[in-house]
Nanobody, 120 residues
Framework: QVQVVESGGGLVQPGGSLMLSCAASGSIFSILLMGWYRQAPGKQRESVAAITSDGRTEYEDSVKGRFTISSDNAKNTVYLQMNSLTPEDTAVYYC??????????????WGQGTQVTVSS
């Protein structure tokens, strides 16, 4: 089993910055991908950013140029640096991990979510 824990959410002013962190732990054999999803009130969950084990990144169009995803593979940790935040970024942010354990094939694992609120 893989545990995924996020941290770094909070309340920020428009135009402000915030960095989220997510650490995966457990009987991990390898991590193929780590990323972030978010779900705003009344909206569906959407992918925000993802990074593969070899460092390739993808971003949702609305966050390109503002958010930066990075990872520390040795620590099984992913970060999301969020700049120029707007109220539209308000959501619960979920860490997503595609990992292989020592006994299972690739599986999707999710954190419990961390609230990001950008006040107007």
């Amino acid at each position: 089993q893989v545990q995924v824990v996020e941290s770094g959410g909070g309340l920020v002013q428009p135009g402000g910055s915030l960095m989220l962190s997510c650490a995966a732990s457990g009987s991990i054999f390898s991590i193929l991908l780590m990323g972030w999803y978010r779900q705003a009130p009344g909206k569906q969950r959407e992918s925000v950013a993802a990074i593969t084990s070899d460092g390739r990144t993808e971003y949702e169009d609305s966050v390109k140029g503002r958010f930066t995803i990075s990872s520390d593979n040795a620590k099984n940790t992913v970060y999301l640096q969020m700049n120029s935040l707007t109220p539209e970024d308000t959501a619960v942010y979920y860490c997503h991990v595609l990992a292989r354990t020592k006994i299972d094939g690739s599986r999707h694992y999710w954190g419990q979510g961390t609230q990001v609120t950008v006040s107007s």
